[in-house]
C-alpha cells in the first residue's frame, strides 16, 4: 500500500513539472513572438490583439502581384545647411521573394522566401554647386506581423559617400560606413524598437495597423545621417487623424507628417518634415515638403533603352 501511494505521489510530481516546463516554453514562445510583432500598439504601448495575421485580399494580390512596380514622382524641398532646396523624390514599391536567413532578393520563389513589400525611396537636390543623391531601401513582409527584415540606405555628394543597412535577426545587426571620422566604420547591435523606415510600407498595406501612442521609434537612416544623431530608438508620439499619420520626436525636435489616400491602395499623397537645418547656434527649424506628381505602374527593370526615357517625362523627372 505504501508503495502504491509512492508511486502516486512520484506520478503527480512529475505531471507537475512536465505542466511548469510546458508553462515556461509557452512563456518564452510568446515573449519572442511579441518582440518580433511590428508592434501595433495603442496609446498604453500594448500589442493589439484584433490586428491578426490574414491573408492578403484579392484587391491587394491584383494590385501587387500583377508583376509591375508603383513608382510616384514627387515635388521635393528640402531643407539642407539652413535653407530649402528645390529638387524631386520618388518612391517605388513592388513585391519580391526575398530569402530571410541571407537577407537578399530571391532569385526564384521557393519554400525558403518570404513575399516582402519593398520599398526605395529616392531623393536629389543640388547643394549649391554640387548634388545630393539619397537612396533608402525597406523590405517588409506582406504578413504585416514582422519587423522589416532588412534596412539599406546610401546618400551621396562631391565630400563624399556613406552607407548604413541594418539586418533583423536575434537583434538588429547594424553596419555603417562613413568618410566622416567621428563616424568611420561602425557594427553593433540594437534591441529591436519600431523602424520609421518601415511605417512607409506598412501603410501601405494597412494604415489601421500603424502603431499609435507612446512610442519608441528608430528614426529613418536618412535623418540619423543628415543630422548625424546616433542610429537608435527615441521616444516618440504618433497619431492618426482622419488620413494624416505623424511622428513628434521631442528630443529631436523633429516632426513627420505623411498624408495618405484612406482608400485602396493608400497611395501617399505627401509628407512633411520639420527638423533643424544648419549648424549650431544658426540652425534653425526648416520645413522639408514632398507633394506628389504622379502616379504610374511599369515593369520598369525592362524599360531600359532610350525610347523608355519618355517615361520619365511623364513622372515629371525631366
Not at 521609434?217 to 542610429?231: A, G
Amino acid at each position: 500500500m505504501i508503495q502504491a501511494f509512492k508511486k502516486i505521489i512520484k506520478v503527480e510530481i512529475a505531471f507537475y513539472i512536465i505542466i511548469a516546463i510546458l508553462s515556461l516554453l509557452t512563456s518564452c514562445k510568446k515573449e519572442k513572438a511579441s518582440k518580433e510583432l511590428a508592434l501595433h500598439t495603442t496609446t498604453n504601448n500594448t500589442v493589439n490583439e484584433d490586428l491578426k495575421l490574414k491573408e492578403p485580399s484579392q484587391e491587394f494580390k491584383n494590385y501587387w502581384y500583377a508583376g509591375q512596380a508603383e513608382i510616384s514622382s514627387y515635388k521635393l524641398e528640402q531643407a539642407r545647411y539652413g535653407e530649402i532646396r528645390s529638387g524631386h523624390a520618388v518612391l517605388i514599391y513592388v513585391t519580391e521573394d526575398f530569402l530571410p536567413n541571407i537577407q537578399v532578393k530571391a532569385d526564384r520563389q521557393n519554400a525558403n522566401s518570404v513575399s516582402v513589400l519593398k520599398l526605395n525611396a529616392t531623393k536629389k537636390f543640388n547643394t549649391g554647386i554640387y548634388p545630393y543623391s539619397i537612396m533608402q531601401s525597406t523590405f517588409y513582409p506582406v504578413s504585416n506581423n514582422k519587423h522589416a527584415v532588412k534596412i539599406s540606405s546610401s546618400m551621396q555628394e562631391w565630400c563624399g559617400h556613406v552607407y548604413a543597412q541594418l539586418n533583423n535577426k536575434e537583434q538588429f545587426e547594424i553596419m555603417s560606413h562613413s568618410y566622416f571620422e567621428g563616424e568611420a566604420d561602425k557594427s553593433f547591435n540594437l534591441d529591436k524598437a519600431i523602424l520609421e523606415n518601415e511605417l512607409w510600407t506598412q501603410l501601405r498595406i494597412d494604415p489601421k495597423s500603424l502603431p499609435t501612442g507612446d512610442l519608441e521609434i528608430i528614426p529613418s537612416f536618412e535623418y540619423n545621417r543628415l543630422r548625424h544623431v546616433p542610429i537608435k530608438a527615441y521616444k516618440a508620439l504618433a497619431t492618426m487623424q482622419e488620413n494624416i499619420y505623424s511622428i513628434s520626436y521631442p528630443e529631436l525636435n523633429r516632426t513627420l507628417s505623411i498624408t495618405f489616400n484612406p482608400n485602396f491602395p493608400h497611395d501617399i499623397l505627401s509628407w512633411e518634415e520639420h527638423f533643424k537645418s544648419g549648424f549650431g547656434a544658426n540652425a534653425k527649424v526648416l520645413k522639408t515638403k514632398a507633394t506628389k506628381l504622379k502616379t504610374i505602374k511599369s515593369a520598369y527593370w525592362g524599360k531600359n533603352t532610350n525610347k523608355d526615357e519618355i517615361l520619365r517625362k511623364e513622372l515629371h523627372l525631366q
